[in-house]
């Protein structure tokens, strides 16, 4: 069987009208044969078991917002766009569970959990319009990370295309429904290169009532993170706390000087009895204009710079700051999460590595989570991993190499 054979046996599978051009799914400036938006997740698993069969290799997408994360596809002939997911299954607000179709964009369900005073607590770069597949897919976490849970931990269960055509279930929609293995979690962070997708439940949260932003300058780095891990520790309502090196201070709009950034959350008379103790304890601390906490999520998840991101502890975010900053990144870092972000337009593989081997020593870690496809191809993105498990997930759930293949451990 010919290669385009093999590839028309696709599109004799879902209707003619959710087939799209290839035009507009490059990756990596490497355009699929064929491309998909199926607005049914029995097409999805369609589409996987016919190529599963047919030996071609299939890439699913949804927001497109994280396509330089990762190793670069070894192969890619089928574009699958899940946009077309969109619907609210279900949505119980006495009980604050969501249940979502994968391509719907954060936008739209904070907007609905909005209307009824909750949202989904988490805050994944670069901003509302990653989709909710994709923000599973990834693990990508925010400033808020430490302070509230993580996607995973407020993940209930999911519905997932498999390449053998089947729809996995894992879970539940409500809590006290949620038994049996946590399959879902497989595939938080996998990037799809286990199954796909298509349904995803989660806890969600009130919104808070009163919120507030408050930014704190400094002479050094060093005075910085002093003062941060004393407010850390100081039981505040903290959503965030980051640490800014003077370049991150500028890239969101304000002065460019070391910089403590901290956002409240709470009930507003924790906020202000909050911010009083920041103010007491720094009475330069002064509510920034514009939107610093956006400008931070955009920076992280540029698509054409390079970023990195090392996770260290907590006590070592300000020395991790400094060190991204010494390799020519705009740095910046978030304490609660011990991560630390760099970003830079001129990235090379040398400054990766030496990177790495810094959160190493300190028993910590570096994931590339952008880049060239240049960089991508000789730094691994993600470093010494359990190779030999995912390998063997990998054989179990896609034997065949059907899903993203290559991206997203070497080898794989």
């Keep these: 069987m010919t290669s385009n054979t093999r590839l028309d046996t696709l ?10 051009s290839p035009s507009g799914f490059g990756i990596d400036t490497v355009e699929p044969a064929l491309a998909f938006s199926p607005d049914d997740r029995l097409e999805v698993a369609a589409l996987l078991r016919a190529a599963d069969e047919a030996g071609v290799v299939v890439v699913p997408q949804g927001g497109r917002t994280a396509l330089s994360l990762g190793r670069p596809l070894q192969r890619y002939d089928v574009a699958l766009e899940t946009r077309g997911l969109q619907r609210i299954v279900e949505y119980v607000p006495d009980d604050l569970t969501l249940t979502v179709e994968a391509g719907i964009h954060l936008e739209a369900l904070q907007q609905t959990l909005g209307e009824h005073g909750q949202y989904l607590p988490i805050d994944p770069p670069p901003d509302d319009h990653v989709s909710i597949g994709g923000l599973l897919a990834t693990a990508r976490s925010g400033a808020w990370r430490g302070h509230l849970p993580a996607a995973r931990d407020l993940l209930l269960g ?34 799809g290169a286990f199954g796909v997708i298509v349904e995803a439940s989660f806890k969600v949260a009130p919104l808070p009532a009163a919120t507030r932003t408050l930014a704190v300058r400094v002479d050094t780095l060093i005075e910085a993170g002093a003062l941060a891990l004393r407010l850390w520790n100081a039981g505040l309502a903290m959503r965030a706390l980051s640490v800014l090196a003077p370049e991150a201070a500028e890239r969101v709009g304000m002065e460019p000087s070391p910089t403590v950034l901290i956002e ?149």
């Design 11 to 20: 599109r004799h599978v879902v209707p003619a009208d959710v087939e799209r």
């Design 158 to 191: 999911a519905v997932v295309a498999m390449p053998s055509g089947e729809l996995a279930k894992s879970g539940g929609r409500v809590v006290k429904n949620v038994t049996g293995y946590d399959m879902h979690r497989l595939h938080t962070g996998a990037l």
């Design 264 to 412: 409240l959350a709470g009930l507003e008379v924790s906020v202000d009895r909050s911010t009083q103790i920041i103010r007491e304890a720094s009475p330069g601390a002064e509510e920034p204009a514009g939107a610093p906490w956006e400008r931070l999520r955009r920076l992280h998840g540029d698509r054409v710079a390079a970023v990195v991101r090392l996770g260290v502890p907590s006590s070592l975010v300000t020395e991790t700051v400094e060190a991204v900053r010494a390799a020519g990144c705009v740095a910046w870092g978030h304490v609660a999460s011990g991560a630390v972000l760099g970003h830079a337009t001129d990235l090379d593989a040398t400054a990766v590595t030496r990177l790495r081997a810094f959160a190493s020593e300190r028993g910590g870690f570096l994931q590339l989570e952008a880049g060239s496809k240049a960089l991508r191809s000789v730094v691994d993105p993600f470093g010494p991993g359990e190779v030999d498990l995912v390998r063997s997930l990998k054989a179990r759930f896609d034997a065949r190499g059907t899903l993203n293949r290559g991206r997203w451990m070497e080898g794989v």
